[in-house]
Structures are given as C-alpha cells and as structure tokens.
C-alpha cells in the first residue's frame, strides 16, 4: 500500500457521503423527490460531478448537496474553491435550485468556510476531533502527524476488517452530528411550494465582455438602474475601452 493514509481517507469520505445519501432518501421520497449524485452541465458547458442531488417529479433540481471530508487544511482552499465555482455557476443555470448545501467533515478553516458562505452556499459542519472519537470507537486511531506512516498503515488494517454491519454502523455514527440540521434544512425547502413563493429582484448583475477578453461586472439594485446602467453601452461603437475604464 503506498499510501495508507490516504487509502482510509477515502473510505472514510466515501463512507460519509453514502450514509447522507441514504439517510435523506426516505425524506426526500417521503415528498416525492429523488436524490442521487448526477454530472450537471453549467451555462458555459463546464461539467461539475456534485455529489447529491434532489429533483423534483419533473427531474428538476431543487437542492444540491457536496458532503467532503478533508483531513489537512492545505487542501482547504482547493475545496473550497470548487465549491464556490460549481455551485455558483449551477444555480445561475438552473432557476429551480432554491438552495445549495455543503457538508463539511474534518478539517476546514474559518477562512475557507466564510469564502464558501460569501456565494450563497449553505454550509454544515463536524469537526475532525469528533470524526476521531468516532472511529476509536471502532479501534481505528484516525489522529497522527503527517508524516507518521506506521499508524495509517494500522488503522486501514482495521477498517479493513470491519464487518459489513460495522461499516453500516461507522458510517451512520460519522454523519449522526450533522443530520439533525442537515434534514431541517431539506424539509425546510420541499415542505415549501414553490408556486406559493413570490420572488422579487433583489439585485442585478450584468457581466459585460469584449473581444478581447476582457470583462466588467456591473452591480446594479434594481432593474430601472439596470437599464439606465446599460443605455450607454446601446451605441454600438467599434471601441468601448473608456467605458471599461469608467
């Protein structure tokens, strides 16, 4: 094994994810939605696998969830990043996105969770101490220093000898500190009818481009001040440079 650590890192993580999946499906169903992982398609045609799903009897998203385990905060801005990007480009695709979770297992730092936050995304946490309680339960030691290869060497020994029920068992303990918020928030959202919400425009923003790749978001609060924003860009002139300046 080349790298234990990493080996049961992975287990763990897909452990967790499963389990979330599974316990939010007699929810999700019990409303007549559905959830799994699906590969969604932005505007753009960028592809973002993400990880859960919930669709509503049309086959229309509702809710995406991204379970994620990290064990060290240097791959924090990674995750991180990819959270924001994929779920901020999804739900400018699809309309019928009301809401947009990530559940975060293990290492995160508030910098990492405050950027997720700033594009929307609704964030639940369980910290990597409590995942390390869990698994001594289960006489896997999960805490070591980085460098340290004898101990992952040992605890993916014992978890690989865990016996089906035991992993069953493992996984539910893994996710049983983040179900209790993670299911209101998904009731919260298909308890709701949609055809009884009224939306109204909060804001505005127009992404201008050129041809020669540059770009110009413009912020605007209503769509009056959107139209007026966007008068001086109707004469159509070979060169709108001063206008990117301004």
Not at 163 to 177: C, K, M, P, Q, V
Not at 219 to 242: I, N, Q
Request: aromatic share 8%; net charge neutral.
């Amino acid at each position: 094994m080349s790298n234990p650590a990493a080996a049961l890192g992975q287990e763990i993580g897909k452990l967790f994810e499963a389990s979330i999946l599974d316990r939010l499906e007699p929810v999700v169903q019990s409303y007549g939605h559905k959830i799994g992982p699906q590969r969604m398609k932005n505007g753009t045609d960028n592809v973002y696998q993400i990880d859960a799903v919930i669709s509503n009897a049309q086959d229309q998203p509702v809710m995406i969830l991204d379970p994620k385990y990290i064990r060290y905060k240097k791959h924090n801005r990674d995750k991180a990043s990819w959270l924001c990007v994929a779920h901020y480009n999804l739900r400018k695709t699809y309309p019928t996105i009301r809401k947009s979770t990530a559940v975060l297992a293990g290492n995160w730092s508030n910098n990492s969770l405050d950027l997720i936050k700033s594009f929307g995304v609704e964030v639940i946490t369980t910290g990597f101490q409590g995942m390390v309680d869990t698994l001594r339960k289960y006489h896997i030691k999960f805490d070591w220093e980085e460098k340290d290869r004898s101990t992952p060497l040992r605890s993916l020994a014992a978890f690989n000898i865990l016996s089906g029920s035991d992993r069953s068992n493992l996984a539910y303990d893994l996710t049983e500190s983040v179900m209790p918020t993670l299911t209101q928030s998904v009731v919260e959202v298909l308890s709701t009818d949609r055809a009884s919400l009224r939306s109204r425009v909060s804001s505005v923003e127009v992404l201008v481009k050129t041809d020669r790749h540059e770009m110009l978001l413009l912020p605007f609060s209503t769509v009056a001040d959107t139209v007026s924003g966007l008068v001086k860009f109707m004469d159509e002139r070979s060169d709108v440079s001063d206008l990117l300046e301004g």
